[in-house]
């Protein structure tokens, strides 16, 4: 069983940034493919950025060149760097993990973590 604890959400003004971490245990972390989501109120969840066992990123349009995922294998740690915050960047932000498919990432995740809130104020 794999558990995952995010942590580092808050209160942004526009233009400002945050780090969130996201702690896993209980897995081969190395070997999982982990991933950033958020889900704004009234909105479905949306991937916000993915990193796969190999180290390969993937982000989505939303926050290309302003945010940036990263993992530390000797910590089972996830971050998520976001500058230049949005308003339209408020939400809940789940930390998700999978084993990887020959490396990649999977179309799904199955390990959650509990969410962190992110709030831009304009």
């Known amino acids: 069983q794999v558990h995952l604890v995010e942590s580092g959400g808050g209160s942004v003004q526009a233009g400002g940034s945050l780090r969130l971490s996201c702690v896993a245990s209980?897995?081969?972390?190395?070997?999982?493919?982990m991933a950033w989501f958020r889900q704004a109120p009234g909105k479905e969840r949306e991937g916000v950025a993915t990193?796969?066992?190999?180290?390969?990123?993937m982000y989505a349009d939303s926050v290309k060149g302003r945010f940036a995922i990263s993992r530390d294998g000797a910590k089972n740690t996830l971050d998520l760097q976001m500058t230049t915050l949005k308003p339209e960047d408020t939400a809940m932000y789940y930390c998700a993990a999978d084993p990887s498919w020959g490396g990649s990432c999977p179309p799904g995740f199955h390990y959650w973590g509990q969410g962190t809130q992110v709030t831009v104020a304009s």
């Open positions: 990193i796969d066992s190999n180290g390969s990123t």
């Open positions: 209980g897995t081969t972390y190395g070997t999982y493919c």
